[in-house]
């Protein structure tokens, strides 16, 4: 029903910027909510941020300020500005789909992509 794929994570120096990017195969306006999460090595996946109906925006307390997640209708793709980074914001970032019109229950993850912060 959905699928969706993340690009952009890197290696970045403290204070440094990324943007990352998670494309879905359908209008992101179609999907209940799209959500940001990420999992650092040793630790729980966490969520990050997310954005319901492409509009809607939530975060964590730890990146309110320095993240922005935003949609593009017109691409299917949903970013992740992350700007000051921190080395503790080191983590595989995945992007995760949280229900859509047809299948509210519907939940579909992504391959995640790496995000290293370190100088």
């Known amino acids: 029903q959905v699928q969706v794929v993340e690009s952009g994570g890197g290696l970045v120096q403290p204070g440094g910027s990324l943007r990352l990017s998670c494309q879905a195969s359908?209008?992101?306006?179609?999907?209940?909510?799209m959500d940001w999460y990420r999992q650092a090595p040793g630790k729980q996946r966490e969520l990050v941020a997310t954005?319901?109906?492409?509009?809607?925006?939530n975060y964590a307390d730890s990146v309110k300020g320095r993240f922005t997640i935003s949609g593009d209708n017109a691409k299917r793709t949903v970013y992740l500005q992350m700007n000051t980074l921190k080395p503790e914001d080191t983590a595989v970032y995945y992007c995760?789909?949280?229900?859509?019109?047809?299948?509210?229950?519907?939940?579909?993850w992504g391959p995640g992509t790496l995000v290293t912060v370190s100088s």
């Open positions: 359908r209008n992101i306006f179609s999907i209940n909510a």
């Open positions: 954005i319901t109906r492409g509009t809607r925006t």
């Open positions: 995760h789909v949280s229900g859509v019109g047809e299948d509210p229950k519907l939940e579909v």
